[in-house]
Nanobody
Framework: EVQLVESGGGSVQAGGALRLSCATS????????VGWFRQAPGKEREGVAI???????RYAPSVKGRFTISKDNSKNILYLQMNNLKPEDTSMYFC????????????????WGQGTQVTVSS
């Protein structure tokens, strides 16, 4: 059974920091592209930070320089360090994974966690 379980969300003031964790199991973490997404009420889901099996990282422009994605392949855990948080970072944060299928990643992300809420007050 595939499981992705996020933790570390909470409420902080602007300028504060949080570290999200995503514990995973049931799929090949070390040959998967993994990432963090967020969705606020009434808004579309957006990719925040993604890291692939070659450790190539992509960040959304709005978080670059403030957020850092990392992973521990030995523990199958994904992290997101969020610094200098802003009220506009308030959202539900989800981790997701898409295992490499042959030589390509699937178009859709098949595995998702339940999400953890991040609330930043001004």
């Amino acid at each position: 059974e595939v499981q992705l379980v996020e933790s570390g969300g909470g409420s902080v003031q602007a300028g504060g920091a949080l570290r999200l964790s995503c514990a995973t199991s049931g799929f090949s973490f070390d040959v998967s592209e993994v990432g963090w997404f967020r969705q606020a009420p009434g808004k579309e889901r957006e990719g925040v930070a993604i890291i692939n099996i070659g450790d190539i990282i992509r960040y959304a422009p709005s978080v670059k320089g403030r957020f850092t994605i990392s992973k521990d392949n030995s523990k199958n855990i994904l992290y997101l360090q969020m610094n200098n948080l802003k009220p506009e970072d308030t959202s539900m944060y989800f981790c997701a994974a898409r295992p490499l299928m042959g030589t390509e990643y699937p178009a859709q992300w098949p595995y998702w966690g339940q999400g953890t809420q991040v609330t930043v007050s001004s």
